[in-house]
């Protein structure tokens, strides 16, 4: 039997992932389970999507593409900067990827070396830590805080650097698991604090088009030379199609292409023809968009009577991240019996917050507004006995 990697030895379980497979588990033996675990929407791709991926599988042939992804495509996602955020960007910077993952892992690899610390948010996405771990770079967390919204600020990121010294630098906004936007205002500092250090910028922006009514923005308003991941898989609907982009500086193209070639080789052929055409379904995107607001207000209007009423702020994306510290002090075993007693399945804080995860939940509202219902009339009964 062969020893596990050092490198793999130290990446941690994903804890969602690990939930959603006991609520399979319970679905398969036919005790219903309201799904609020992964931050998956319910809703299906929109009709553009299908039909252009049924066209394009029609057609016979589904081939290799370049490894940086079709020229449409990326000249199509070049003009929604242009268009929606009124940023100019060449399509030659934009690198098509196997969802937001893979573009974490060119993002890293083209960027950092082994050793070098790189800022992340606490709490924040797990995946996070555990890529980084596993390329052999240390997470840095910047500690969010409720003074800030839970917000990194560009004097969160200069205390971190002072600390010991950064290679490089990520935030995400909207954020998971805590739904927090980081302003327009407070981005542009952020930047221009990663800049004044020599930092590299990277931007998650898999949630952005997922606001409840805040402004958001892109990095590439304030710093050219961001670099930017999003994906289509959260405003758009496409998780299982994974397919995603960046968009990089002009000098790290070819370091990408690079590694993209002999990674991945490309991003799958019949996603990418589909996410082009997901750009033309903006008025679908946004009514199931609508819907995940309604799901937002039922459950800020109801976790307050539940004991779980100090939430973060859920300005975006689709979760609220609640302290259950007055119910529990172990969020993990929490999250079990609800499952077991309640049959509502979410996400304890350890996946996210390392530090202080113990006494948090994450429940995602991306499901129907009758699972969301459902949801808080179970929590009810079962928190009120």
């Known amino acids: 039997m062969p020893e596990i990697s050092?490198?793999?030895?130290?990446?941690?379980?994903?804890?969602?992932?690990d939930v959603m497979a006991a609520a399979a588990a319970r679905d398969r033996a036919g005790a219903g389970v309201v799904h609020m675990e992964v931050g998956q929407p319910s809703a299906p791709a929109p009709r553009p999507v299908v039909e252009a991926a049924r066209a394009a599988l029609e057609s016979g042939r589904v081939p290799y593409t370049e490894a940086l992804g079709l020229p449409a495509l990326r000249e199509r996602i070049a003009r929604h900067y242009r268009e929606h955020y009124g940023v100019a960007v060449e399509p030659e910077r934009v690198v098509v990827t196997t969802g937001s993952s893979a573009g974490f892992i060119l993002a890293f690899l083209s960027l950092f070396d082994a050793g070098d610390r790189v800022a992340v948010p606490q709490p924040g996405y797990p995946a996070y830590r555990s890529i980084l771990a596993a390329l052999d770079l240390i997470s840095a967390p910047m500690v969010l805080t409720d003074a800030d919204r839970f917000a990194p600020t560009a004097a969160g990121l200069r205390a971190t650097h002072a600390e010991a010294a950064l290679s490089g630098v990520l935030v995400m906004s909207p954020a998971n698991p805590s739904g927090t936007v980081i302003v327009p205002k407070r981005l542009g500092e952020l930047c221009g604090a990663s800049r004044s250090?020599?930092?590299?910028?990277?931007?998650?922006?898999?949630?952005?088009?997922?606001?409840?009514?805040?402004?958001?923005?892109?990095?590439?308003?304030?710093?050219?030379?961001?670099?930017?991941?999003?994906?289509?898989s959260k405003y758009h609907c496409m998780t299982g199609w994974r397919i995603g982009w960046m968009v990089v500086p002009a000098g790290l193209v070819r370091a990408v292409e690079r590694l993209a070639q002999n990674l991945y080789i490309s991003a799958p052929y019949l996603s990418q023809v589909a996410a082009r055409a997901a750009f033309d379904a903006q008025d679908e995107l946004d009514a199931v968009r609508d819907g995940y607001a309604r799901n937002r207000e039922i459950l800020l209007d109801a976790f307050p009577g539940l004991g779980l009423g100090r939430t973060h702020p859920a300005d975006g994306a689709f979760y609220l991240y609640a302290d259950v510290a007055n119910l529990t002090n172990d969020a993990s075993a929490f999250c079990r019996r609800m499952l077991d007693e309640a049959g509502v399945a979410a996400t304890p804080g350890l996946d996210f917050d390392p530090a202080e995860g113990?006494?948090?939940?994450r429940f995602s509202f991306a499901g129907s507004e009758g699972e969301c219902r459902e949801a808080v009339a179970r929590l009810r009964r079962w928190l009120r006995g």
Not at 6 to 17: G, K, N, Q, S
Not at 211 to 222: H, W
Not at 358 to 361: C, K, L, T
């Open 6 to 17: 050092r490198r793999a030895a130290a990446v941690a379980p994903f804890l969602a992932m």
């Open 197 to 232: 250090l020599g930092l590299p910028f990277i931007s998650d922006e898999i949630y952005h088009g997922l606001t409840y009514g805040v402004p958001s923005a892109t990095a590439l308003q304030f710093d050219p030379d961001a670099v930017v991941i999003n994906s289509f």
């Open 358 to 361: 113990a006494h948090h939940v």
